[in-house]
């Protein structure tokens, strides 16, 4: 009984926790858009102010909030049902919507650049941004190549897993570290009458949308980092299962049984000949009686 209520009040505070992030992750896109639209030129794609408008837009959105559902779709609890490999294709499909949308910010980003004749890869920002897409692509051709498609070994499965993850969660914080880093740039590039150092409303507005990056980045990090909020372990056995494979995790375990099944029925046979064996003399010793 006690343990099942520890369960309960877990999951009661797993998914206060999700309400909580999926409420602030929305509501920082919301926040975005009206950055955009209230305080800079809104959004359009002819090389001004306003395609570049879609880099924070695309980056929030995507890179940021898709990219952290996609990391604790695992971990939500009605989903434990469904089938691992339809959860694994669900977690690609999330994250590769999450890096087209950071491909394409980019691109709005270099075509801005080039039409003003603007400098581009000289910021901090840029190189750790730049870094963390190429990262991520290759995070998502890895996971595709090792976890979706049937040919790579379970050792192999075995081993990249962890890396896998650590990664994945790396490169989760540093999106929203560069996050911050570009709203801050462009807040003292952009803000000259009044300053930047005044704290105009947008300053303070722009300021606040930092803030819920950091809640949401903090809240997912937390979600994907609690052991006994992970997905069963004989349904991760099943994840890492090649097509018509052994379950990792399990062969030791069911070789095991298919020997302690063995022992059992030589062990029954035995004893129905030994039984038989017993049979036949006293059956000998009836008979020579009558």
Same mark, same amino acid.
């Given at each position: 009984?006690?343990?099942?209520?520890?369960?309960?009040?877990?999951?009661?505070?797993?998914?206060?926790?999700?309400?909580?992030?999926?409420?602030?992750?929305?509501?920082?896109?919301?926040?975005?858009?009206?950055?955009?639209?209230?305080?800079?030129?809104?959004? #359009? %794609?002819? !090389?001004? @102010?306003?395609?570049?408008?879609?880099?924070?837009? *695309?980056?929030?959105?995507?890179? &940021? /909030?898709?990219?952290?559902?996609?990391?604790?779709?695992?971990?939500?609890?009605?989903?434990?049902?469904?089938?691992?490999?339809?959860?694994?294709?669900?977690?690609?499909?999330?994250?590769?919507?999450?890096?087209?949308?950071?491909?394409?910010?980019?691109?709005?980003?270099?075509?801005?650049?080039?039409?003003?004749?603007?400098?581009?890869?000289?910021?901090?920002? #840029? %190189?750790? !941004?730049? @870094?963390?897409?190429?990262?991520?692509?290759?995070? *998502?051709?890895?996971?595709?190549? &090792? /976890?979706?498609?049937?040919?790579?070994?379970?050792?192999?499965?075995?081993?990249?897993?962890?890396?896998?993850?650590?990664?994945?969660?790396?490169?989760?914080?540093?999106?929203?570290?560069?996050?911050?880093?570009?709203?801050?740039?462009?807040?003292?590039?952009?803000?000259?009458?009044?300053?930047?150092?005044?704290?105009?409303?947008?300053?303070?507005?722009?300021?606040?949308?930092?803030?819920?990056?950091?809640?949401?980045?903090?809240?997912?990090?937390?979600?994907?980092?609690?052991?006994?909020?992970?997905?069963?372990?004989?349904?991760?056995?099943?994840?890492?299962?090649?097509?018509?494979?052994?379950?990792?995790?399990?062969?030791?375990?069911?070789?095991?049984?298919?020997?302690?099944?063995?022992?059992?029925?030589?062990?029954?046979?035995?004893?129905?000949?030994?039984?038989?064996?017993?049979?036949?003399?006293?059956?000998?010793?009836?008979?020579?009686?009558?």
């Amino acid at each position: 009984a006690v343990h099942g209520a520890r369960k309960m009040e877990d999951y009661g505070r797993f998914l206060a926790l999700l309400v909580s992030a999926l409420l602030v992750g929305f509501v920082a896109v919301i926040l975005s858009l009206v950055w955009v639209f209230h305080y800079r030129e809104g959004l #359009s %794609w002819d !090389g001004g @102010a306003g395609e570049f408008n879609w880099h924070p837009v *695309l980056i929030i959105t995507g890179f &940021v /909030f898709i990219q952290g559902i996609a990391i604790i779709v695992y971990r939500l609890p009605w989903t434990w049902k469904c089938s691992k490999l339809l959860m694994k294709f669900i977690h690609a499909g999330l994250n590769t919507i999450a890096m087209i949308l950071a491909i394409v910010s980019l691109v709005a980003v270099f075509e801005y650049h080039n039409a003003s004749n603007i400098p581009n890869m000289y910021s901090l920002h #840029s %190189w750790i !941004g730049l @870094a963390a897409v190429i990262f991520y692509s290759l995070q *998502l051709f890895l996971g595709f190549a &090792v /976890f979706l498609l049937p040919f790579a070994p379970v050792p192999l499965r075995r081993a990249v897993m962890p890396i896998h993850v650590y990664s994945g969660l790396t490169i989760f914080a540093t999106v929203i570290a560069t996050a911050l880093m570009g709203i801050t740039e462009k807040l003292i590039f952009a803000l000259k009458d009044p300053a930047y150092s005044t704290s105009p409303p947008e300053g303070t507005f722009v300021n606040c949308l930092g803030l819920l990056l950091v809640i949401f980045g903090a809240l997912i990090l937390w979600m994907a980092s609690r052991p006994h909020w992970k997905r069963p372990p004989e349904e991760n056995a099943k994840a890492l299962l090649p097509i018509g494979g052994t379950p990792e995790g399990t062969e030791a375990e069911s070789t095991m049984t298919d020997r302690s099944h063995a022992d059992k029925a030589d062990l029954r046979i035995n004893t129905d000949a030994a039984r038989k064996q017993n049979l036949k003399p006293d059956e000998a010793a009836q008979r020579s009686t009558m």
